[in-house]
């Protein structure tokens, strides 16, 4: 399935919204390698639409490894847990920074962090990238 045109100036109202910082992991867009995209939080094979209240600013990593995903299996309550969505939620409350670490705070920050691999040290803030 091929992606619906985001406008000029949708993707400006995102990147605007977002301080040009990746909605999932905060780095900002000057400290990537592959810069940011605009992210359909539930993805057009999800019928999500594409307009200003279902888009994100992400980065090329957290996209990718996002997909079209909207949940996980979140193994301590043996569930399946909806991801993180930043126009619902606040960052804050499913994550808190730890240095340049993310760590999470709730089974939604839970599944996001794994799916994204926002914990590993190999993932997208430790190792390859940090806050600092």
């Not at 977002?18 to 990537?32: K, P, V």
């Not at 019928?47 to 600013?57: C, E, I, K, M």
């Not at 990593?61 to 079209?68: D, I, R």
């Not at 599944?111 to 190999?122: C, D, K, N, R």
Request: charged share 20%.
């Amino acid at each position: 399935m091929s992606s619906s045109y985001v406008g000029a100036d949708l993707r400006r109202l995102v990147e605007t919204r977002a301080e040009a910082l990746c909605e999932y992991c905060l780095i900002a867009e000057a400290d990537t390698f592959l810069g940011c995209e605009i992210d359909h939080i539930i993805s057009e094979m999800h019928d999500g639409p594409t307009q200003a209240d279902n888009l994100a600013f992400a980065c090329v990593v957290c996209n990718q490894a996002k997909g079209s995903d909207v949940g996980s299996f979140h193994k301590p309550t043996a569930s399946f847990v909806r991801l993180f969505n930043p126009r619902s939620d606040l960052w804050g409350k499913h994550f808190q920074l730890a240095g340049p670490r993310i760590e999470a705070q709730t089974p939604i920050g839970h599944v996001t962090a794994q799916l994204l691999v926002l914990m590993h040290p190999s993932g997208c803030l430790s190792g390859q990238r940090s806050l600092g």
